[in-house]
């Protein structure tokens, strides 16, 4: 495998429960410079760098007392601004009244759409940006639909951190063509721009006893889109990881590969950005009353690089044992780079990277917040 | 009137003391945010509700009414409710 000879740096954006980190890397990947705490004691669930213009950062944010906002630096963290129209729900009356609790999941545009990006949040619903994120607007075919409204359930119907709107993703090929994912209400596709929406659920297993016929009873915890083959998607489910190939509508369950003593329940979903055939989860404990913790305690990545007909356990370096920690759902990621760069953050407060794919991971940082999602960013 | 600001919320105001007016709860968040824009928002949520942690007091009295008239004089004191982890 080709080392990779590149200048690019890699910046890694660090959300957690208690504020936001960025660590830069250097051109090898071996060495890691802290930039933070930005925003101390604020709930980051989510930061990312818009690619478009590589400095345009935006971070979602709340606190235990505070409503939710969103953060928008220009310059790489140095300076932040609130977005001046948050993302919020219309007004509405009695059971249909609902409050955003927090943005949850931020995706820029497409490439032709300089300053579009698009917000989940939880409650489930769909926001979208047209000026870089200053100003968010409700989607009112999904916010406000009341066919959509009974898909997502109440909020008592949700995860225990509140339902929610993910796993957006816009067709790089094709800006009208659209994907999202609710926790609980299913997958989704747009072939207009957002201007409608339809279930892309076929093959999608749900737990034991519940009608799969049931739209709100399916719980994708996290989709991505291959960039190399972009009709090729990866699901990491409530119940199993899948593989669509569109244009079939029928995810096929890539899980039952997986070795039974661990099973393919997790949170996180990362894709190899130029072999579709090569992707990774990291699986945790789905069983009994769900201890989302590491399967035993010890903890591992898994990665298949035959779409999902055999998968590969990853440990080399990682604890051994008694190691109760997992991974949330925004929190694994690939870089670009040749070897691609993997990288997870723990609900223990822990980062690791592997810079050749997995094969042997090292420590980043320690001792950090519960993280709640990883991104990386290449920079000059 | 007076405004006390919990210390969530200095990041906007940068004191914990501010003067606002209106006649009204509302009229007086509504002149806070004019100020501070964006501090509304992290206390009231869109259907102009007062959010979960956030308390207003008026005269002793707790205000959960947004309509409720307010007099020059008295002092809003807004507070972070006892919660955490």
Request: net charge negative; proline share 7%; with cysteine.
């Amino acid at each position: 495998m080709m080392t990779t000879t590149t200048a690019a740096r890699i910046l890694l954006l660090v959300a957690t429960r208690k504020g936001a980190w960025l660590y830069y890397g250097d051109t090898a990947r071996r060495s890691w410079r802290a930039d933070g705490p930005h925003f101390l004691g604020h709930i980051i669930t989510h930061m990312v760098l818009d690619p478009r213009d590589g400095r345009t950062l935006l971070a979602a944010a709340k606190t235990g007392h505070l409503g939710p906002t969103i953060f928008r630096s220009t310059d790489l963290g140095r300076t932040w601004n609130e977005a001046t129209k948050p993302p919020a729900f219309g007004p509405a009356a009695g059971t249909q009244a609902r409050a955003v609790d927090h943005t949850f999941w931020l995706t820029p545009g497409p490439a032709d759409e300089a300053d579009v990006w698009y917000a989940g949040t939880s409650p489930q619903g769909l926001f979208r940006s047209e000026d870089g994120g200053v100003t968010w607007v409700p989607t009112s075919c999904i916010n406000d639909d009341p066919q959509y409204r009974q898909w997502m359930g109440t909020v008592q119907d949700g995860t225990p951190d509140g339902p929610k709107l993910h796993s957006i993703i816009v067709d790089p090929r094709d800006s009208k063509h659209m994907y999202f994912a609710m926790s609980g209400g299913g997958m989704h596709e747009s072939l207009d721009g957002g201007g409608t929406f339809a279930p892309l659920v076929e093959g999608m297993e749900v737990v034991e006893g519940f009608d799969p016929a049931v739209i709100t009873f399916h719980d994708p915890h996290c989709v991505r889109l291959c960039p190399s083959n972009p009709d090729r998607l990866y699901q990491q489910n409530h119940c199993g990881i899948y593989r669509l190939d569109r244009p079939s509508k029928r995810w096929v369950r890539i899980g039952k590969n997986m070795p039974k003593a661990v099973g393919d329940i997790g949170f996180p979903m990362a894709v190899h950005p130029r072999d579709a055939d090569t992707a990774w989860v990291f699986p945790m404990d789905g069983t009994s009353v769900w201890p989302r913790t590491s399967p035993g305690g010890e903890p591992a990545v898994y990665g298949t690089r035959d779409a999902g007909n055999t998968w590969q356990r990853l440990d080399a370096g990682l604890p051994g044992s008694q190691a109760w920690w997992t991974v949330k759902r925004q929190a694994m990621t690939a870089d670009r780079l040749d070897p691609v760069g993997l990288y997870f953050g723990t609900t223990s407060g822990e980062m690791w990277m592997s810079r050749d794919e997995g094969r042997q991971w090292e420590s980043v940082a320690r001792h950090l917040p519960e993280i709640y999602a990883v991104e990386t960013a290449e920079i000059a | 009137m007076k405004v006390l600001i919990p210390s969530a919320l200095l990041s906007y105001t940068g004191g914990s003391h501010v003067e606002a007016s209106g006649a009204t709860v509302a009229d007086v968040l509504e002149h806070l945010d004019r100020r501070f824009p964006g501090i509304r928002f992290r206390m009231i949520d869109e259907q102009q509700r007062v959010r979960p942690h956030i308390r207003l007091f008026y005269e002793g009295e707790q205000l959960r009414d947004l309509d409720r008239p307010l007099h020059d004089g008295g002092e809003l004191i807004i507070v972070q409710a006892l919660s955490g982890g």
